[in-house]
């Protein structure tokens, strides 16, 4: 693999030379006043998620995901004293 070294004035003159290089598998380090500041090297493609909800290495879900919201408790019949709002409550 090819290392390139360059100022910063000439890499922002020539960027898409720089690009190309970079696709190629060259690593370009940008320097100022002589010291590396940067790197420009191939970007590397997100990993995708498999098909399946639960097979992407990104992908959390909370144990009580499922667990009713307490904001939501009146209006899913809780805490209010109507007989015609139904119940959610498993224990009746």
Do not use: W
Request: proline share 5%; glycine share 6%.
């Amino acid at each position: 693999m090819k290392v390139q070294e360059l100022g910063a004035f000439e890499a922002k003159t020539h960027l898409s030379r720089l690009l190309d290089a970079v696709e190629k598998g060259e690593k370009i380090y940008i320097t100022r006043r002589g010291k590396r500041v940067a790197q420009l090297s191939a970007a590397e493609e997100p990993k995708k998620a498999k098909f399946g909800c639960a097979k992407s290495p990104n992908f959390y879900m909370a144990p009580d995901f499922d667990a009713p919201l307490e904001d939501f408790q009146e209006y899913m019949g809780k805490s209010t004293s109507d007989p015609h709002l139904k119940s959610v409550d498993k224990n009746n």
